[in-house]
């Protein structure tokens, strides 16, 4: 499956998007978790460390929101990373 992150999410990852293999079954919490796995560089000063930014992030699966990480995910779906964005 792929990730991709956007604003903030995008800083502390250090990339826009990467791939994960997960088992069948895995859920967007197993995602987030192997996310949270993988060693990345300390992100620019001011961003504050990817954990932090997933436990505020929204996600969209597949350009749909998804508010519960028991759902199910496939191999070919999509979960973007959306922190919280300032302004209105």
Do not use: W
Request: no cysteine; charged share 20%; net charge negative.
């Amino acid at each position: 499956m792929l990730v991709r992150y956007f604003a903030a999410a995008r800083a502390a990852a250090g990339f826009e998007e990467e791939k994960f293999e997960l088992p069948a079954g895995a859920t967007v919490a197993d995602l987030l978790e192997a996310v949270l796995a993988v060693e990345r560089a300390v992100p620019p000063a001011g961003t504050p460390p990817l954990p932090r930014i997933l436990s505020r992030s929204s996600f969209l699966l597949n350009e749909v929101a998804v508010r519960d990480h028991s759902t199910v995910l496939g191999p070919d779906d999509v979960v973007d990373v959306l922190p919280p964005f300032a302004g209105g």
